[in-house]
């Protein structure tokens, strides 16, 4: 059996009528290595259809098609894949080079869908040009060529995988007479080292360089005159030692693909520019909004911080939830609170982490229950409560913290009873657990919640040392027990996990604590609505991505049939696609990034000018989120564009214009 055997082929096609149209009938034929066949006919005779058969691009006939002894008409996808890429090479009457490649990337093509390296692509593409004569221009653009040129490098890169079957379709078709004798001695001379050469053509002329002519007409073979009958060589060219090693893994890689997919989308630059940027601005919405709340929530912690000492836990006990059955009532259960007893102090300071346990007290009171008196002026304390490990310096307005004897107090008091006050002895008449009591006190200083006094207002209160309260109590007879406890931990670590552990125990924590983490919970919710909200541009730009990939599918059918012809599997087609989506989602990511950087400056510059404070932080996490977004969203809009061209059907490329 020679290298090539057609038995009983026939091929129909069915017209948008549903009749069946007979293009190939019977065609039993075969051929040997080293023949040079000419295929002539009229124009719808069937010879392009039988060189497509031949080829691998048509598999859906009837019939064997024997190709060293395998029938392909047997092969799977994947194997008639590897049979166009190994076994058959292609030569179009249109050349069908891509035209923004090289003459030596558009030879080296059918090595890069093999995954061979970069430094053996070149040398073998070197070689094959240097066989048609044109190792000179392998850097040339294809339309700085002249027509023999083009078709000379379509040869090159029909022979740099070593083929046994060199299939061409009118070669000399669109050339003059001179190049039209240059490219058909070079067609003999690739016969003559052995290997099957298949033209089809209309020309008589260009047949008689054939050592066997076949003539078709209406789908049947009408004559097959071998005219010389050659001598078969042996393979001993350069071309020989360059054949692809088959024991490799004959994939495209991901990073051929990028690099494809960058060469190509360079040739729309302007356009892919456009994208990206349209892109970049939903993911640097995106990243300004999470960087505002973030930005906000900064600021928050850092002002609690500032007057709680991250080291102390605050715990209380917990109330129990009753409905109040009057107004009256609902104030007193506001403002009442559950003492703690020995044990549940005993319980507490056996806890890990626990450094130190401090007694402590908070009363909130109705206007003329609790007051300072200084000289004819008096202020009604809202809030009396204990000094703790709570407060530090930073709380501190003016003067100092309270030492025995003396306590501290807000700006609402200081306006209550005079600027000059601090220092001053002033008087507390108060009521503990029903118990009056009185006594003289220095106010030691100014009390305030940090750079910003303004959680300080409003409520009268006054801080006083545990210690001097329980004086006055036992003074009168009577025991003070703590209303709340306070832990003094090592670290912020310990504390944390004091503060967890109570709730388990249920007892509670620090009101403020609780109040901010309702508002920092809040911001949480609003920073995703926000950027959620800024999110929704990105699905436009995806939309944006699915049109222009579209787009260019179809500007590229021609070349993506061409990938399919010399070897290129669907997931091939896919993956160039895809990477192009990719590289327009890692430069929008990339450039969303950069963009909201800038926009963090100069809004924190301007905040730094009206608030004092910075208003936008980004995070490391913020710009991966951010570039993990865009290049997710792209891909996800190239899919159904990459799978559109990955099931085009080649033959049907190859002839679009």
Known sequence: MGLLKLKNINKRYTLDNKETFHVLKDINV????????????????????????????????????????????????KELDRYRKNTIGFVFQSCNLIPHLSILDNVTIALTLSNVSKEERIEKAKVALKEVGLEKHIYKKPNQLSGGQRQRVAIARALINNPDIILADEPTGALDSETTEQVLNIIKDIASKGKLVIMVTHSEKVANHSSRVIKILDGKIIEDVQKDK????????????????????????????????????????????????????????????????NGVKSYFSDMIDSFMNPLVVEVSMKQEQSEPTNPAAAMQSMMSTTPFEKENIDELSKLQGVKKVENGFQYITMPGTNKLTYKDKSSDLMVL????????????????????????????????????????????????????ISGDFVISGIYTVGE?????????????????????????????????????????????????????????????????????????????????????????????????????????????????????????????????????????????????????????KASMNVFDMKVMNITGGYVIIGIGISVIVSMLAGLSPANKASKLDPVDSLRTE
């Open 230 to 293: 050659k001598k078969v060589h042996e393979v001993k060219d350069e071309l020989a030692n360059t054949s692809v090693d088959k024991r490799k893994e004959e994939n495209l890689s991901f990073i051929s693909a990028i690099k494809l997919a960058y060469n190509n989308m360079k040739q729309k630059l302007k356009r892919n520019i456009l994208v990206s940027i349209g892109v970049s601005i939903g993911i640097m919405s995106v990243i300004a909004m999470l960087a505002l709340g």
């Open 385 to 436: 409560a204990s000094m703790s490990s709570v407060l530090t310096k930073d709380n501190v307005k003016d003067g100092s913290l309270p030492g025995k004897n003396e306590l501290i107090v807000n700006d609402s008091v200081i306006k209550d009873l005079g600027s000059d006050v601090v220092g001053k002895t002033v008087t507390l008449n108060a009521v503990i657990d029903g118990q009056p």
């Open 30 to 77: 075969s051929f040997s290595k080293g023949e040079l066949v000419s295929i002539i006919g009229e124009s719808g005779s069937g010879k392009s259809t039988l060189m497509n058969l031949i080829g691998g691009l048509d598999s859906n006939f009837e019939g064997e098609l024997f190709v060293n002894d395998k029938d392909i008409n047997k092969f799977s996808e």
């Open 452 to 604: 910003s006094n303004q959680l300080s207002d409003g409520s009268n209160l006054a801080y006083i040392n545990y210690s001097d309260i329980e004086t006055l109590l036992s003074d009168a007879g009577k025991e003070l027990k703590p209303t709340m406890v306070y832990l003094v931990a090592d670290n912020e670590e310990d504390a944390s996990d004091l503060k967890s552990t109570i709730r388990d125990l249920g007892y509670s924590g620090s009101t403020q604590e609780t109040m901010g983490d309702q508002m920092l919970t809040m911001l949480n919710i609003v920073t995703i609505v926000l950027a959620g909200i800024a999110g929704i541009s990105l699905l436009v730009s995806s939309i944006m991505i699915l049109v222009v990939l579209y787009i260019s599918v179809v500007e590229r059918t021609k070349e993506i049939g061409l990938l399919r012809a010399i070897g290129a599997r669907n997931k091939d087609i896919k993956r160039i696609f895809v990477s192009e989506a990719f590289l327009i989602g890692i430069s929008s990511g990339i450039l969303g990034t950069i963009s909201s950087f800038i926009i963090s400056i100069l809004v924190n």
